[in-house]
């Protein structure tokens, strides 16, 4: 056999010749957590600069919402959770060699084809007992609390009935920091007011109507139309906010926003959209462009548009498209 036909022997024998394709991760196909958020995602605590690790000893923290966007559109079925809080590692998963808490357990019912919508939402109230975590978290800071410590809010999630550690895994960073100036406030969740739709070329925007297939709500678009999607920013939500300098100081930056955007069929022209400014200053886009599939039948697709800010602030919106022949 000569040298070219052995590697291609080879390569074949890998699956690494021919004409396969890759999933493409902007469509959700099977079970995926899709985003988390905590409400709130950041508290503020008073802190002595010279002693950081007394100040964590006297705090309260409030209580934290914590809520999942999960999808499993190839099966029908109640979903089982579990959630535990953490020090954060390299990998977002918690380290159960090194201080946690356990947050909740619980079961949804199928979350695609259930209505109203179920939840998977748990509210935390860590009292004190939270203070061993952010210790030892502190304990592992090179900048000792200065940029504030973030904990991890770990997700486990899988059919119910099976062994939680062979499901799906996501996390939440959570961040604590100093109230450093004084005038300083903690992030909030950003919001938009709607998703503008440019269904016919040149028309003016028209506001689609946000809302689950399992709920009735759609927006009907013909078999292969190109919709362009943007998000329309609640005023204020790009928050300015201060941040301290080693020198003393504060310095105000204002936020970016970043969009994903995920559909459980067609394709998308940009699945990330937003974020800072390039090297040269310009603006990136924040319109993206869905092309509906071809079908031979009418058939439901969902469509979501996850909303993210640089300091760990989210909020998601859902919209139900019907492609019809």
């Keep these: 056999m000569s040298r070219r036909h052995g590697l291609v022997a080879l390569l074949a024998g890998l699956g690494l010749v ?26 503020l605590f008073p802190v002595d600069p010279a002693n950081p690790a007394a100040s964590l000893l006297g705090i309260d923290p409030a209580p934290i919402e914590v809520c999942a966007l999960v999808a499993e559109p190839d ?12 020090p954060e590692t390299r990998d977002l998963r918690c380290d159960l060699e090194r201080p946690f808490r356990e947050v909740a357990t ?22 004190g007992e939270l203070v061993p975590v952010l210790m030892d978290a502190l304990s592992q800071d090179q900048l000792l609390g200065f940029g504030g410590i973030d904990l991890v809010v770990e997700l486990r999630v ?16 959570v961040r604590f920091a100093a109230q450093l100036p004084v005038e ?17 070329p040149g028309a003016p925007p028209v506001s689609l109507p946000l809302g ?20 329309a920013e609640t005023a204020g939500a790009r928050e ?31 699945e990330s959209t937003g974020g800072p400014r390039d090297g040269v200053g310009n603006v990136p886009p924040l319109d993206t462009l869905w092309r509906a599939p071809f079908v031979d039948v009418a058939t439901t697709y969902t469509l979501w548009m996850i909303q993210r800010d640089e300091r760990l602030g989210v909020s998601w919106q859902e ?7």
Excluded: H
Aim: glycine content about 10%; overall charge negative.
């Design 158 to 173: 899988g059919p119910d009935g099976q062994d939680l550690d062979l499901g799906q895994y996501a996390a939440k960073r």
């Design 18 to 43: 021919g004409c396969g394709s890759f999933e493409d991760p902007a469509i959700v196909l099977d079970l995926r957590v899709l985003a988390m958020r905590a409400e709130p995602p950041e508290q």
């Design 106 to 127: 619980g079961v949804i019912d199928d979350p695609d084809t259930t209505s109203p919508a179920p939840l998977l939402c748990t509210t935390y109230d860590p009292g």
């Design 240 to 270: 300015d906010y201060l941040v301290p300098t080693f020198e003393g100081d504060a310095r105000m930056f204002r936020e970016y926003l970043s969009y994903q955007w995920l559909a459980t069929g067609g394709d998308w022209s940009r």
């Design 75 to 86: 099966r029908a079925g109640p979903l089982a959770w579990s959630m535990r809080i953490c």
């Design 319 to 325: 919209l139900c498209a019907r492609v019809t022949p």
């Design 184 to 200: 300083r406030t903690a992030n909030r969740n950003p919001t938009v007011d709607s998703i503008e739709g440019f269904p016919v």
């Design 212 to 231: 689950r297939c399992a709920d009735g709500v759609a927006v009907e678009i013909a078999s292969g139309t190109e919709v362009v999607m943007a998000p």
